[in-house]
């Protein structure tokens, strides 16, 4: 069993920048991927990023490349997602996502455990 929460969403001005964290207890932390997904209202789950368990691979969707980042420390049992130059687009709720094995992956059903969300809303 893995239990996450996340943390950091808020309310943010096109430009501005957030940090979400994703606290992490249960099984040993560095020994599966995890990744970050968002959900806008009305829309399905969407991927975002994605990071191995050494955090040597990321991976990102096309929209946010150059603007996010995808980080974790093993040794705090963390991943975060530096989000920079926010759009109205990004505004969705926020969820990490943990997937036994060494990489990530684009495909929601293959995460076998998920956090509550946390809100993130940018205004123009």
């Known amino acids: 069993q893995v239990q996450l929460v996340e943390s950091g969403g808020g309310l943010v001005q096109a430009g501005g920048s957030l940090r979400l964290s994703c606290a992490a207890s249960?099984?040993?932390?560095?020994?599966?991927?995890m990744a970050w997904f968002r959900q806008a209202l009305g829309s399905e789950r969407e991927f975002v990023a994605a990071?191995?368990?050494?955090?040597?691979?990321?991976d990102y969707r096309d929209s946010v490349k150059g603007r996010f980042t995808i980080s974790r420390d093993n040794a705090k049992n963390t991943m975060y997602l530096q989000m920079n130059s926010l759009k109205t687009e990004d505004t969705a709720v926020y969820y990490c996502?943990?997937?036994?094995?060494?990489?990530?992956?684009?495909?929601?059903?293959?995460?076998?455990?998920w956090g509550q969300g946390t809100q993130v809303t940018v205004s123009s």
């Open positions: 996502g943990v997937k036994y094995g060494w990489y990530g992956s684009r495909r929601y059903a293959e995460y076998d455990y």
């Open positions: 990071i191995s368990w050494s955090g040597g691979s990321t």
């Open positions: 249960g099984r040993a932390f560095s020994t599966y991927a």
